[in-house]
């Protein structure tokens, strides 16, 4: 191929349809019209000799072809980054893109009084959440592409952490619970009908695991993908879920629930902010971990 007939900015308009498999996703990652990122497309299939994206029923899948070129492209443009990345990060001009991964109930604490500072500082600074996957599955190439891990103690390859704040696991039940405050007894937990929390990634909720090395098994009547469908299905039933602390405070009001201790206590729960190594030295990743050790510090002087 001669380098002097490739335009460079289709190198990155097939990064976004490799990542997204979808034009009109891939339009919105590039802040491109759809009718830009279809031409776009097709100037690529001409250029490698292949479809790339082909319709299958209602949705777009990637050729074989195309799928091989994902993990070389996404390594190859890190490197071509990296050539112009600049000295200083100036947030109030910046349209940077940053993608981070948390749990919900990291969206529910942290993004709030996060999103308040970047609006205020970085108008133009876009953040995109998605959901948090555990390390067994948190493959090399989808790391390439996030900026940012909230997640408990877990190593995540080629990252580094920092603490945010620490949390606690309480019982969540609904105002007027027919056992209410009798659930800090171990019958009346043990009798309870319990909602577990099985995030993508894992086997068992991570309580089921603690629980059991104390020679304990929990009724498990429903098992939700997260914490806030917990509190919800609690807040309308007489189901219970062990959840953390913070999270319960933060929807007490609003779904009317309340904590109550349970008669085992798992100790605390140590929240953190992972961030590539490869990032450890980018303006942009260092104020925005700055942000959000800022966000994590503030909650953690709030009483549990």
């Given at each position: 191929m001669n380098l002097h007939l490739l335009d460079l900015n289709l190198l990155t308009a097939l990064d976004a349809l490799l990542r997204e498999a979808s034009v009109s996703r891939a339009a919105m990652r590039l802040r491109l019209s759809q009718p830009a990122a279809s031409h776009a497309l097709q100037r690529l299939r001409d250029l490698i000799g292949d479809p790339l994206l082909v319709r299958s029923g209602a949705r777009m899948e990637l050729t074989p072809r195309a799928q091989a070129l994902r993990a070389p492209l996404a390594q190859a443009l890190d490197q071509v980054r990296a050539l112009f990345v600049p000295d200083a990060f100036d947030a109030i001009s910046s349209d940077r893109y940053f993608r981070l991964m948390m749990p919900d109930l990291a969206v529910e604490l942290l993004m709030p009084p996060l999103m308040e500072k970047i609006t205020r500082v970085a108008p133009h600074v876009t953040i995109d959440v998605?959901?948090?996957?555990?390390?067994?599955?948190?493959?090399a190439e989808f790391a390439r592409t996030i900026d940012l891990v909230i997640s408990i103690g877990d190593a995540f390859k080629g990252f580094h952490r920092q603490r945010l704040y620490v949390d606690s696991d309480a019982l969540a039940v609904r105002r007027g619970h027919p056992?209410?405050?009798?659930?800090?007894?171990?019958?009346a937990f043990l009798a309870a009908r319990h909602v577990a929390v099985v995030i993508r990634g894992q086997n068992e909720d991570l309580i089921d695991g603690w629980l059991r090395s104390k020679g304990i098994e929990r009724r498990i009547a429903l098992v939700v993908p997260g914490y806030i469908e917990a509190l919800h299905v609690t807040a309308r039933t007489d189901l219970v879920a062990f959840v953390p602390r913070r999270l319960i405070a933060a929807l007490a009001s609003q779904l009317s629930l309340l904590a109550v201790t349970p008669p085992l206590d798992p100790g605390i729960d140590e929240q953190y902010m992972f961030y590539p190594t490869r990032a450890q030295m980018d303006p942009g990743s260092i104020w925005l971990r700055q942000l959000m050790l800022e966000t994590g510090r503030e909650l953690d002087r709030r009483k549990m």
């Open positions: 998605v959901p948090w996957r555990g390390p067994a599955i948190f493959t056992v209410g405050a009798r659930l800090k007894k171990r019958e």
